[in-house]
């Protein structure tokens, strides 16, 4: 085609009439190319005219949703405390401020027991607490912090993500108006503190002490008088006399209270609480109101605090109970297998009215007993046998 058209050309331009006509032609054709092209970038400027005169598009406003969060701890208090303002802070940061977060500690808007019927009421938009504080509300909620002869903290967390425990916490929590999520752990705690050794269930007799849950009522069973108070009052009721006992957590958190100021015994395995789970409780219309993506970063933000505080409170235990023990004279004491035995028989009393207590209750209950069960099993040959060996062999 190319070819063609050159010697088209070529014969034009050889002829002189020839070549003044396409030359004309050649002429009309750019006007008209020059004109349509002027025509079309002074329309254009017309658009972009009107395009500019016109008023900008509204911005999109951003919902902005208000979250103010009570806990059972005071400010700053190691690992309960400062995890559970970890946890606020990262909500607001996760969600790039959609979710407002007003964070208050025991005392500072409610006191720490307080708590559950703010964010019940919808007072507050939810709460950082041990579940297990509210079972005088229903006895369930033991369960979803610790139980004697509970789950350890890998256990729990199976329970409740894989054995039924979730499922079971939202129905619990639904007859309240709640919706509650796992927010942190302490591990297995110390068994407590002890002005006396105890060395058979006698010595448990008349004991005032500090122990709340269902643990309480195995001390109760036991002839003990278990009392409920905050942590942050604690230490006065231990020094005035007030109580002759208290368990609280373990080493870390028990050294940073002073306790062996007031008790010198401190007795280990604590059978109360093997892996005690901390709960971020919401207001169950708080929780519907929020997308899809908002509650899956709170659950996210609360699933992380979950796995952060229980390696911070892992890692820093063992330094401080050895400071206990060298420098401030703690008596470390292991429960004798009598009054272990004397814990059990009088834990499987206080299941019995559980399971009594309510339909719901039993069904919690056997859940986790089943859960327990296969859990341990596995442990039993799994993480146990391992530590138990591994242990031995490099002599720790």
């Not at 709170?298 to 892992?314: K, L, P, R, S």
Request: include cysteine; aromatic fraction near 12%.
């Amino acid at each position: 085609m190319t070819e063609k058209v050159d010697k088209k050309t070529e014969a034009t331009t050889k002829d002189p009439v020839s070549r003044r006509k396409f030359i004309t032609r050649t002429a009309v054709t750019a006007g008209a190319v020059g004109a349509t092209a002027l025509a079309l970038s002074a329309c254009g400027e017309k658009k972009e005219e009107k395009k500019a005169a016109a008023p900008a598009a509204p911005a999109v406003t951003k919902s902005i949703k208000k979250m103010v969060i009570v806990s059972t701890w005071p400010r700053d208090f190691p690992g309960l405390g400062t995890g559970a303002q970890r946890l606020s802070k990262r909500i607001g940061e996760m969600t790039e401020g959609s979710i407002e977060v007003e964070y208050f500690a025991a005392k500072e808007r409610v006191g720490a027991f307080d708590s559950f019927d703010e964010v019940a009421s919808g007072k507050a938009q939810a709460y950082h607490a041990a579940d297990y504080y509210w079972k005088g509300k229903h006895l369930g909620w033991a369960y979803f912090t610790a139980v004697p002869f509970g789950l350890t903290y890998a256990e729990m967390n199976a329970w409740i993500r894989f054995g039924g425990g979730q499922q079971l916490w939202d129905e619990l929590a639904a007859e309240f108006g709640l919706k509650c999520v796992m927010a942190g752990n302490t591990g297995c705690q110390m068994g407590g503190w002890f002005n006396k050794e105890i060395n058979s269930a006698d010595d448990l007799k008349g004991l005032k002490m500090r122990i709340p849950g269902l643990g309480g009522d195995v001390m109760a069973k036991l002839g003990a008088s278990p009392v409920s108070i905050p942590g942050g009052q604690i230490y006065e009721n231990l020094v005035s006399g007030a109580i002759d006992a208290t368990e609280w957590v373990g080493p870390w958190n028990d050294s940073f209270m002073k306790f062996y100021e007031a008790a010198k015994y401190y007795y280990y395995p604590g059978m109360h609480e093997p892996g005690s789970m901390l709960a971020f409780g919401m207001n169950k219309k708080f929780w519907d109101s929020l997308s899809k993506s908002e509650q899956a970063i709170v659950e996210g933000a609360a699933g992380w605090e979950n796995d952060t505080m229980m390696a911070e409170y892992n890692m820093k235990s063992g330094a401080a109970l050895t400071k206990l023990v060298t420098e401030q004279g703690v008596k470390l004491r292991k429960f004798n297998d009598d009054v272990y035995d004397s814990f059990a028989q009088a834990a499987e009393e206080v299941f019995a009215g559980v399971r009594a207590h309510s339909p719901l209750a039993k069904k919690i209950d056997e859940s986790f007993v089943a859960a327990r069960k296969d859990l341990g099993g596995w442990s039993k040959i799994s993480d146990q046998a391992f530590i138990a060996q591994r242990n031995r062999a490099l002599g720790i």
